[in-house]
């Protein structure tokens, strides 16, 4: 199984940071990665498919990027509404397999 | 617009089966790939499985932790999606949702997951 392991666990942030969160492949995915958003009690939703590419939607300061076998999910200015918990998960092999997760906390 | 709804979910004792439905709207199912993603209280999200569309024959991956105890389904004319679940356990407990898997190339495809439901509560417990 591929291993994906996301780091931080989670973070505190203000109102216009920029935010950076990794994603990393314990193998070869190419850019089969997307990056999710997940509010307590809504449907996760999805931001960043391919590994790079902005699902329809989805506001410009998401951006996702690929060196090898890490991935990163930027927020250019957090807001208020980014607050929430985000997720990566590979779609290279089965199963598929998600990283465990960023809560991003207001600070 | 893409609707998912879950429905069936509830408590069930361990040992128990369960089934759950998803009811798609605003597009057409026979099209996609479609998964169910799980989330245990306080955990991360897990995927539980897939069904491939009628042009890859309908044929179906599972995570091992629930693999010959769950059993997904389609029924294209009813835009519908349904999970099997039997002989539960405690760590079945968890929020399922489905989700709709997308490929945009024209070949080579390797789908991913565009458009969640909202879940359903799945408690299993004496």
């Known amino acids: 199984d591929i291993q994906m392991t996301q780091s931080p666990s989670s973070l505190s942030a203000s109102v216009g940071d920029r935010v950076t969160i990794t994603c990393r492949a314990s193998q070869d995915i190419s850019n089969y990665l997307v990056w999710f958003q997940h509010k307590p009690g809504k449907a996760p939703k999805s931001l960043i498919y391919d590994a790079f590419s902005l699902q329809t939607g989805v506001p410009s300061k998401f951006s996702g990027s690929r060196s090898g076998t890490d991935f990163t999910l930027t927020i250019s200015s957090l807001q208020p509404e980014d607050f929430a918990t985000y997720y990566c998960?590979?779609?290279?092999?089965?199963?598929?397999?998600f990283g465990g997760g960023t809560k991003v906390e207001i600070k | 617009e893409v609707q998912l709804v879950e429905s069936g979910g509830g408590l069930v004792q361990p040992g128990g089966s369960l089934r759950l439905s998803c009811e798609a709207s605003g597009f057409t199912l026979s099209d996609h790939y479609m998964d169910w993603v799980r989330q245990a209280p306080g955990k991360g999200l897990e995927w539980v499985g897939r069904?491939?569309?009628?042009?890859?024959?309908?044929?179906?991956e599972y995570a091992a932790s629930v693999k010959g105890r769950f059993t997904i389904s389609r029924d294209d004319s009813k835009n519908s999606l349904y999970l099997q679940m039997n002989s539960l356990n405690n760590e079945d407990t968890a929020v399922y949702f489905c989700a709709r898997g997308t490929c945009r190339r024209s070949t080579n495809c390797y789908y991913y997951i565009d458009y969640w439901g909202q879940g359903t509560l799945v408690t299993v417990s004496s």
């Open positions: 069904i491939r569309n009628k042009a890859n024959s309908y044929t179906t």
């Open positions: 998960q590979q779609y290279k092999s089965y199963p598929l397999t």
